[in-house]
C-alpha cells in the first residue's frame, strides 16, 4: 500500500476532484518500482468517462486524456471502480489526513488504518 497527500486551493465538483487527484496519483506511482498497481476510484462516473472521447475536449475531459495516455502507455497502471462502502480504507485516511499541516506520502500502512485493512482482509 502507499497514499501522498496534498492540497487544494480552492474546492472543484466532485467529478473533477477525482480526476485531478487521479492524475496526480498515476504520475506519482510512475516514479515508485511498483510492477502491478490498482488504484481503486469509487467515482464511476471518471471511471466510466476515460474511454469516453467526446468528453474529452472539455477541461474536465483534458484531464482525462491526460490520464488516459498515461494508462495506455504503461500497462502496469490499473484503475477500477470500487463502490463507496467498499473504499473504508481510503475515506479513513482522507478524514485523517485533512488534519495534517503539509502533503505526506506513505509506503506503509499508517496505524490509524490497520485495523481497517486487517477487518477487509478477515
Not at 77 to 86: E, G, H, S, T
Request: proline share 7%; with cysteine; glycine share 2%.
Amino acid at each position: 500500500m502507499a497514499a501522498e497527500t496534498g492540497w487544494q486551493s480552492r474546492l472543484p465538483p466532485p467529478h473533477e476532484a477525482e480526476v485531478v487527484a487521479l492524475l496526480e496519483a498515476l504520475q506519482w506511482l510512475l516514479t515508485l518500482p511498483y510492477e502491478s498497481v490498482y488504484v481503486e476510484i469509487d467515482c464511476k462516473h471518471v471511471v466510466n468517462n476515460l474511454n469516453d472521447p467526446s468528453i474529452h475536449h472539455l477541461e474536465y475531459g483534458i484531464i482525462l486524456t491526460q490520464c488516459s495516455t498515461l494508462l495506455t502507455s504503461h500497462n502496469n497502471l490499473k484503475v477500477r471502480f470500487i463502490k463507496r462502502q467498499a473504499n473504508c480504507v481510503t475515506h479513513s485516511l482522507a478524514r485523517v489526513l485533512r488534519s495534517f499541516a503539509s502533503p505526506h506520502s506513505f509506503d506503509f500502512i499508517p496505524p490509524y488504518i490497520a485495523s481497517i485493512i486487517m477487518n477487509e482482509i478477515s
